[in-house]
């Protein structure tokens, strides 16, 4: 799918973004083709949540410009931002659903920006939409727990429902926030490869970050590395090995960098389980 | 994190150092001498009074005198006494709901994460503290004047308004604790303000709010014979007639001296 001759869907140049003195992205150019699937690898604060953010219009940048969609998001209004982030849909490292709500309300509230002023209960939204909801769950294969509260459902079925709340969008780009990061290897798996097969079926273009080289290698069509802000690798996946991935998006050796990822993920989840307790 | 690099953050310059640690904070420091001024004021307070115990023992007539007029209780019949039970519980409810729904947009507006500008922030602020410091009692006081003798509104009014500032208060804490995350997910999709409001904090707050108004209710309920002594319609009413007439029994329920 790399280098076919399609127009941009997303062309960032030069994106610079400060927090107060912190510099969170520095200079970033990157063009991404409809229908690519690309990975965006790095440890965490290397800046892969900001720069995702940006391409939502969910933040301005300090400096550069980003055309998304064929809009020029920094000059956006708040009414076209909320637009265009309507045609580009998220999901989250932490789901992100309500979690005393129906998995059906949840989904539904994908749709939210289609419709006008707020909405309580399933019921308040219009039939077709809570079909639609309810087509999209039985697609990531979830359909029979429409009606459980999203809280009870384990975190690969929350993500597979934010999954189908991001179709509710009818999205053309899929961004997806280290999407894996809080699960264990099997569901990890399972939502991979959910988010490659809807990508291929509805011709989505996904930017998925995570911070997992084994993860990456097998799964999109181009890797794109991030250190201390900074793009330091953007290549396709075919035949690229992981040590080679190692040395430019580490510039250490495979198994250093590679302890460095295994201590900063026990650290992550030693962190939700300290939060689930509190 | 563990990288094999100089942390970043030594290439940042810090725009102070960090503080060496200090024994006592100011901020402590001032909360104990605000606390010994009022340990001090109060005890200055008390030896000013005229408190001694032959004073209370010389008050114990007055007590004597307060039950002996209590006495007959005169209960109204078993069918008014109902009448006015429900009409008390009505002008409860009725209140409590009315002010469960107005704190609703007082707490969007007075906390901090769904606040739309730091402005009205403190409007919704202020008129959560101005309610809660104005007691239902003058407020009903006050409505009375405006409507006919033994009409339930101004209770309903005195307890509706009143309550807002609690039931705000606490609604607006609820709001600042919840997740923000469901709120982000609703933005990030391109939904309007009210519709994160509504989609992802509501949800979250709705238990707490529910909560909240059984709460003011449980009060309002026990607070509502002194509202219908004021003359608003409620259980209280018939006791304030007697009374009325006899201005000596409150004056030495106070402890005034005549
Ligand atoms: N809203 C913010 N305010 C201040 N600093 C931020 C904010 N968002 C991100 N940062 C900083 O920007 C850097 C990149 O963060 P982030 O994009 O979250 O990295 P990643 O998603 O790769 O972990 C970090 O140093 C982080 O502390
Ligand atoms: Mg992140």
Known sequence: MNGTATAPIVTISGLTKRFGSNRALHDVDLTVARGEVVVLLGLSGSGKSTLLRHIDGLESPSEGSLDVLGERVETLSQKSLRSLRSRVAMIFQQFELVPSLTVLENVLTGALSRLSGPRLGVWTYPRALRRQALGHLDRVGLLEKAYERSELLSGGQQQRVAIARALMQEPQILLADEPVASLDPESSEQVMRLIREIAADDGLTVICSLHQVDLALGWGDRIVGLRHGEVVLDTPTDGLTKSQVMEVYGRVTPTAELRAIETELATESLLLTRGAEA | ?258
Not at chain 2, 149 to 159: D, E, K, M, R
Not at chain 2, 212 to 241: E, K, M, Q
């Open chain 2, 1 to 258: 994190m563990t990288t094999l690099e100089a942390p970043p953050a030594t290439d940042l310059p810090r725009a102070e150092a960090p503080a060496p640690p200090r024994l006592i904070r100011p901020s402590r420091l001032a909360a104990l001498l605000v606390l010994v001024a009022m340990l001090a004021f109060s005890i200055y307070a008390l030896s000013t009074l005229d408190f001694t115990w032959s004073n209370v023992l010389g008050s114990v007539a007055n007590a004597v005198k307060v039950f002996q007029e209590m006495d007959p209780i005169s209960l109204p019949g078993p069918a008014d006494l109902a009448y006015l039970i429900g009409l008390t519980l009505g002008i409860v409810i009725l209140g409590t709901v009315v002010a469960a729904l107005i704190s609703v947009p007082v707490a969007w507006l007075a906390a901090e994460n769904t606040t739309p500008a730091a402005g009205l922030r403190w409007l919704g602020r202020a008129v959560g503290v101005v309610t809660r410091a104005v007691p239902d009692v003058v407020l009903a006081l006050a409505f009375s004047l405006t409507f006919a003798l033994g009409s339930p509104l101004p209770g309903i009014f005195a307890i509706g308004i009143h309550s807002v500032g609690m039931i705000s208060k606490l609604f607006a804490d609820a709001i600042e604790h919840s997740d923000d995350g469901p709120r982000l997910a609703i933005r990030a999709a391109g939904g309007s303000r009210s519709q994160e409001f509504w989609g992802g904090v509501f949800p979250q707050v709705l238990p707490s709010w529910i909560a909240t108004a059984l709460h003011r209710f449980d009060i309002n309920l026990r607070g509502s014979a002194i509202l219908g002594y004021a003359g608003v319609g409620a259980s209280g009413t018939p006791c304030a007639s007697p009374s009325s007439t006899s201005p000596r029994a409150t004056a030495a329920a106070s402890g005034s001296r005549p």
